[in-house]
């Protein structure tokens, strides 16, 4: 059936019967390419549109993320946050060996798109050490590699006197590039040969933040 191109909507309803057809269609393409059409994840997104156009939004109720067809991927609407994640741990520890040991501070975050970055933002407090010249030093990892040895020195007095140093922290931009769990742990050890060092000393809160940023 022939279809009269659409021109000025003020017509007369002759017109718009004879005209429905492709206005009708017209604004459905519209509403594919600038609409965001929700689906249940991924795998369903790529059923519905197996060749979509640059410019097509989506969004994905299992990662609750809003994402936009570049020409070449669908990539998260960049420029915010997409979801948080805290731990706390007040449990004391207490080592005395020169091996790193869990401090008990963690959490896990599973990324929605593996281009994304994390903001970890750690509070380590309590931190104390007790007997002969000991200090303690602080790393965080990502599962099991180690991505920042952020204090070296802490309780250091270049004697055998207790010392408690209160805390430390680090803010760490990660690039963990998986959507996978992940996990953010801090670790500890004591720096010289003799004496102890303890984190969360007397019960003292210590907490660790995921951020999850669209790339």
């Known amino acids: ?123 380590q407090t309590g931190l104390y050490k007790t007997g002969g010249n000991a200090y303690l030093a602080l790393q965080l990892l990502r599962d099991a590699t180690s991505i920042s040895e952020f204090e070296k020195i802490a309780g250091f007095t270049g004697t055998s006197t207790d010392n408690s140093v209160g805390g430390s922290g680090v803010s760490y931009l990660d690039s963990p590039n998986t959507t996978s769990a992940t996990i953010y742990k801090t670790q500890f050890k004591r720096v010289s040969a003799v004496g102890s060092v303890i984190t969360q000393h007397d019960g003292s809160m210590s907490t660790i933040i995921l951020i999850e940023v669209a790339a």
Not at 81 to 106: A, I, K
């Open 1 to 123: 059936m022939a279809v009269t191109p659409v021109g000025n909507p003020y017509v007369e309803s002759s017109d718009l019967v004879a005209n429905y057809p492709g206005a009708s269609e017209a604004l459905a393409e519209r509403i594919d390419i600038v609409g965001v059409n929700p689906f249940a994840n991924a795998a369903a997104r790529t059923a519905a549109i197996p060749s979509p156009t640059e410019g097509m939004m989506s969004s994905l109720n299992d990662t609750d993320s809003v994402q936009r067809y570049d020409g070449a991927a669908w990539k998260p609407v960049g420029g915010k946050v997409l979801q948080v994640v805290m731990g706390t741990h007040s449990t004391q520890e207490t080592t005395n060996t020169g091996s790193y040991v869990d401090t008990g501070l963690t959490a896990t975050i599973t990324p929605s798109a593996s281009g994304n970055k994390i903001l970890v933002l750690v509070s």
